[in-house]
């Protein structure tokens, strides 16, 4: 057989056995190839698509003032409103508490601004992060019971937190979460102008009436929160719904205080 059909005979075997492409004196490694045209097929892709925002860019929180910075904030914002409804938009806006950046809704107040009886709890629990009103769940449930038995609907008061955002997992507020919101409390008290404060919890009884005892000590009698300006006010410290709810057995203590509450605002009738 001459070379040339030598050739011809090997070329025909390749076709017979699907080789259909002839290539260089050279080897080439298709791989190599193929991956770096994927990667700049991506490259192009990414140079030419718009820069987005990382999730924890989107989701970073605004930058939080100091302690100091933060209480001096909510004095000068808080001073200015002259109605709830600019004291509500205010404090929603404030951005000095951290609270705001884990709660799920801002809970300010409920019930009637011209009540006589102004309650004010710790902070929102569980139902009323979702509700976003104040004392709707357990607690706050008992408490209108507590109430009806002395002859007062839950309409006929006035009632709020000392933070409207709910601590994570009903944690007790710090010093600091206290500070940077106690100046709203204190124009809140001062725009509803009540007759009698009552003050729910150990918390709110400690913070208002500048007291370290504890509420044991505090509840049973007649004090008075003393604003920075302004006529002082007749408070009382009541046990806080929840708590007797886990402990049932000082429900009486806390119908002789509420009995106290009802002949106070007789005799002032």
């Known amino acids: ?71 001096q904030t909510a004095q000068e914002v808080a001073a200015a409103a002259s109605t709830l409804d600019e004291l509500r938009t205010a404090f929603e806006a404030f951005d000095g508490c951290p609270l705001k950046e884990t709660a799920m809704n801002f809970v300010f107040a409920d019930g009637s601004p011209d009540a006589r009886l102004m309650f004010i709890g710790e902070a929102p629990g569980g139902e009323e992060d979702r509700k976003g009103v104040p004392f709707v769940g357990p607690a706050g449930q008992l408490l209108d019971k507590m109430l009806a038995a002395i002859g007062i609907d839950r309409s006929e008061i006035y009632i709020t937190n000392i933070l409207p955002w709910r601590p994570p997992g009903n944690r007790n507020p710090t010093d600091a979460e206290i500070a940077a919101c106690l100046p709203f409390l204190e124009r809140h008290i001062a725009l509803v102008k009540p007759e009698i404060l009552i003050l729910v ?55 002789k205080d509420l009995l106290e509450v009802r002949a106070r605002l007789d005799d002032a009738s």
């Open 1 to 71: 057989m001459t070379e040339t059909a030598e050739k011809k005979a090997l070329l025909d075997w390749y076709v017979e056995a699907g080789v259909d492409e002839t290539t260089g004196d050279a080897p080439v490694d298709r791989f190599v190839t193929a991956q770096s045209a994927a990667d700049s097929a991506q490259k192009a892709q990414v140079q030419s698509a718009p820069k987005r925002t990382s999730l924890r860019e989107a989701a970073s929180p605004p930058p939080l003032q100091s302690r100091d910075a933060a209480v």
């Open 201 to 255: 919890g150990g918390t709110s009884a400690k913070t208002l009436l500048r007291r370290n005892e504890g509420i044991m000590r505090l509840r049973g009698k007649w004090m008075n929160y003393e604003p920075a300006t302004g006529d002082p006010v007749a408070a009382r410290a009541l046990l806080h719904p929840a708590y007797l709810v886990r402990q049932p057995a000082q429900k009486k203590e806390t119908w």
